[in-house]
T-cell receptor
Framework: DAGVTQSPTHLIKTRGQQVTLRCSPK?????VSWYQQALGQGPQFIFQ???????QRGNFPDRFSGHQFPNYSSELNVNALLLGDSALYLC??????????????????FGAGSRLTVL | KQEVTQIPAALSVPEGENLVLNCSFT??????LQWFRQDPGKGLTSLLL?????REQTSGRLNASLDKSSGRSTLYIAASQPGDSATYLC??????????????FGKGTKLSVKP
């Protein structure tokens, strides 16, 4: 059973450019959350998608946007990149309504992340 | 505003020692608290989840406790092994406005277990 897969694993961009990161949730999960983890810091919640809509959002500017597709996969887009956007971007998936999940299936599952470097 | 603090930031111990990692949070209105492990450059692996109504959870050599009223949690690792070397992160889910995927993390404790 495949877990959460993210692509690309590493990428380098320059200031002002735009980037798209992709996430495929764990099989059976319908909710995707995105986190930013700067070096030496804990992950910070960016936003969460369910039923193709943004449901919750953390304290991130509008340069950060996302999308969820009918197959539950998701994209994170960052426009006008800044040096401070350099970080590990983590995707996590889950099942929104626990009572629909077999026991033990509804665990928040993280991908390995996409490492973004902005020069 | 909920803030999560982890102490110490780094810890180095010899193999076989028992150790305790600490996590504190400023707002006791939490739904649950979770401990994660992160290996260098990797994603997060959930270790233990404690619901707000629970006092502790155990899994193998790991035991996590929760004192919601004082805003504290500890992760106890028994008989540490070099394979336990990783960063350990504590995260809380808020009672109001939170969700399973919307967690507030501490900065983590980097653990090194020497053979």
């Amino acid at each position: 059973d495949a877990g959460v897969t993210q692509s690309p694993t590493h990428l380098i961009k320059t200031r002002g450019q735009q980037v798209t990161l992709r996430c495929s949730p764990k099989s059976g999960h319908d909710t995707v959350s995105w986190y930013q983890q700067a070096l030496g810091q804990g992950p910070q919640f960016i936003f969460q998608y369910y039923e193709e809509e943004e449901r919750q959002r953390g304290n991130f500017p509008d340069r950060f946007s996302g999308h969820q597709f009918p197959n539950y996969s998701s994209e994170l887009n960052v426009n006008a990149l800044l040096l401070g956007d350099s970080a590990l971007y983590l995707c996590a998936s889950s099942l929104r309504y626990r009572d629909r999940a077999p026991s033990g299936a509804n665990v928040l599952t993280f991908g390995a992340g996409s490492r973004l470097t902005v020069l | 505003k909920q803030e999560v603090t982890q102490i110490p930031a780094a810890l180095s111990v010899p193999e076989g020692e028992n150790l305790v990692l600490n996590c504190s949070f400023t707002d006791s209105a939490i739904y649950n608290l979770q401990w994660f492990r992160q290996d260098p450059g990797k994603g997060l692996t959930s270790l233990l989840l404690i619901q707000s109504s629970q006092r502790e959870q155990t899994s193998g050599r790991l035991n996590a406790s929760l004192d919601k009223s004082s805003g504290r949690s500890t992760l106890y690792i028994a008989a540490s092994q070099p394979g336990d070397s990783a960063t350990y992160l504590c995260a809380v889910r808020r009672s109001y406005g939170g969700s399973q995927g919307n967690l507030i993390f501490g900065k983590g404790t980097k653990l090194s277990v020497k053979p």
